[in-house]
């Protein structure tokens, strides 16, 4: 008579001890395995600036527990630039995302080919360009670039070709408005050449066309006018989203960025 009541408690206490284990608790143990490892991060800087500018989207990634690498871009030519970006690719094991700003997405669109670990692309009001487009044809296809009048050019030695800067005057007008002015002081005084070729040579076969992408349009761009990158993101069946953001989005919106590639992440 005695050992009922005890069996009863004991019974409850089991019952109350399973009902606190939600099924949200639970499903991390039951699917850690279904997702396969984080990806590694790869970010490619585009022309006038260099890996710095994703110093904020780097801190937010690497609190969310991602390998982030972000390479030099050697802002010579898009096919060399690919091939060096490729390389890195090449040392990285494991599922990588791919992510490209400005003409960082034009050498991401071609680095990407021949990678099969390589599982998404991320263009940052970037050129998600196809076959046999330029950065330079795609600029002049929409009105609205404030760059090409605002290029200061500056000849290499020996005829070697042309290295391009953003005149340091206009720099923050047309690459960074809603970057403090101070901050695109330094940007503009610190800025990287890439030479007139890397605008001039055709994109070979895109890696977005096999390969899924993500894209965040730059709503006040004066470097590759809206259009054009919504025009892109279509194209591409690319996932979209949108932010009122100078060029340069991961450094003014670096929250924004982060989402995105997150997303892709995913």
Same mark, same amino acid.
């Given at each position: ?34 997702? &396969? ?18 110093? &904020? ?12 690498? %972000? ?28 992510? &490209? @700003? ?27 360009? *196809? ?8 600029? &002049? ?43 695109? %002081? ?47 993101? %279509?194209?591409? @069946?690319? @996932? ?12 003014? @919106?670096? *929250? ?11």
């Amino acid at each position: 008579m005695t050992r009922r009541p005890q069996l009863l408690v004991a019974a409850l206490a089991l019952v109350a001890v399973v009902a606190t284990v939600s099924p949200a608790a639970a499903a991390p143990a039951q699917n850690a395995g279904l997702h &396969g490892p984080k990806p590694t991060i790869v970010l490619v800087h585009g022309a006038f600036a260099d890996a710095s500018g994703w110093s &904020g989207v780097i801190e937010r990634l690497q609190r969310r527990g991602y390998e982030v690498i %972000a390479p030099a871009n050697p802002l010579r030519d898009l096919s060399d630039d690919a091939d060096y970006i490729s390389s890195v690719l090449t040392t990285i094991p494991g599922p990588i995302v791919l992510v &490209g @700003h400005s003409y960082g997405g034009a050498v991401i669109t071609n680095a990407a080919v021949g990678h099969p670990n390589v599982k998404a692309l991320v263009y940052i009001a970037a050129f998600e360009l *196809d076959q046999g487009e330029t950065v330079f044809g795609i600029v &002049g296809a929409f009105p609205g670039s404030q760059l090409p009048q605002n290029i200061l050019p500056r000849p290499l030695p020996g005829g070697a070709g042309v290295d391009a800067y953003v005149n340091p005057a206009a720099f923050r007008a047309v690459f960074a408005a809603d970057v403090p002015a101070k901050t695109a %002081a330094v940007m503009a005084a610190s800025q990287r050449p890439s030479t007139l070729a890397t605008g001039e040579e055709p994109s070979g076969p895109p890696a977005w066309a096999t390969i899924p992408s993500w894209y965040l349009i730059a709503g006040n761009d004066q470097v590759i006018p809206p259009a054009a990158q919504r025009f892109m993101a %279509a194209r591409a @069946h690319a @996932h979209t989203r949108m932010v009122s953001s100078s060029h340069v989005a991961m450094i003014s @919106h670096p *929250d924004s960025a982060t989402a995105v590639i997150l997303d892709a992440a995913r």
